[in-house]
């Protein structure tokens, strides 16, 4: 059955720019996401960016989202935020269990289950980063790790909540290195991802959008997405850059 998954590039701003400079990006963004009606954009600034990025891109092709959020939903939590506090700033993509909050912030596959729920409950779109280590890899433990990771935040979900679900492939060892798996590497663990989904959802399968991330860039996002389980792309540093980024978009296809 041909893939009918809209493409979706989504920049991940991590903790950069100014605000002056994220105003100019995200409307740098908004014309060029505004040239095409076949693929999605998606933007995940900083907190702080967040609502004056929602004002340039309200009514564009452009979708926002948060890089995080707390797995409580309010109270006494100092410096933490809310999904129903992103919701209302204006987001509708909320980032879950990226590498570097899994590894440098220590967040565990029980904690990222909690916050899923917490943005399913704000009614919000989850998406879950999943990924190996080099060493993992290298073990021959890549695709264990992947779908360990799957299973412990996504497996108890009902199949309505599937429907709120994207998932962002990243390896560890690709991520802001330069390298990135090859498209063959990287559609290997696409499709046993969607297989997994299959058996957790056979419905949601088809339709759950699953990118890659890891060193993306326009010279090689077209080979990626050439292949059949690749829908988009999660990119950090090409994201950035107006050119870079607009060249994705462009690419993603």
């Known amino acids: 059955m041909a893939n009918t998954r809209t493409p979706l590039i989504a920049g991940n701003w991590k903790m950069n720019l100014s605000l002056a400079e994220a105003t100019a990006l995200a409307s740098a963004v908004k014309d060029a996401a505004a040239k095409y009606t076949d693929r999605d954009v998606l933007l995940y ?4 960016q967040l609502t004056r990025v929602a004002e340039i891109v309200k009514g564009s092709r452009v979708l926002l989202g948060a890089q995080n959020c707390s797995a409580e939903k309010e109270g006494a939590f100092t410096g933490e935020i809310a999904a129903a506090q992103i919701k209302d700033a204006g987001a509708g993509y909320i980032l879950i269990g990226h590498s570097e909050r899994r590894h440098i912030l220590k967040e565990s596959d029980a904690f990222l289950k909690t916050k899923i729920d917490r943005v399913l409950d704000e009614g919000l779109m989850a998406m879950l980063c999943v990924g ?8 021959g433990r890549a695709e264990t ?3 360990n990771q799957l299973n412990a935040a996504l497996s108890h979900l009902t199949k309505d909540a599937w429907k709120h679900i994207a998932i962002a492939y990243e390896p560890v060892w ?13 559609q290997a663990m696409h499709a046993a991802i969607r297989k997994r989904i299959a058996l957790l959802n056979a419905d949601a399968a088809p339709t759950t959008r699953i990118l890659y991330g890891g060193s993306v860039k326009p010279d090689n996002v077209a080979a ?14 090409a994201s950035l850059k107006a050119e870079s980024f607009s060249e994705l978009i462009k690419l993603a296809k």
Do not use: C, Y
């Open 45 to 48: 600034p900083t907190f702080l």
């Open 132 to 139: 190996e280590t080099l060493d993992e890899r290298e073990s």
């Open 145 to 147: 790790v992947v779908l």
């Open 174 to 186: 690709a991520i802001g290195t330069g390298k990135n798996a090859t498209p063959e590497d990287a």
């Open 224 to 237: 990626l997405m050439a292949k059949e389980d690749i829908d988009g792309a999660l990119v950090g540093g």
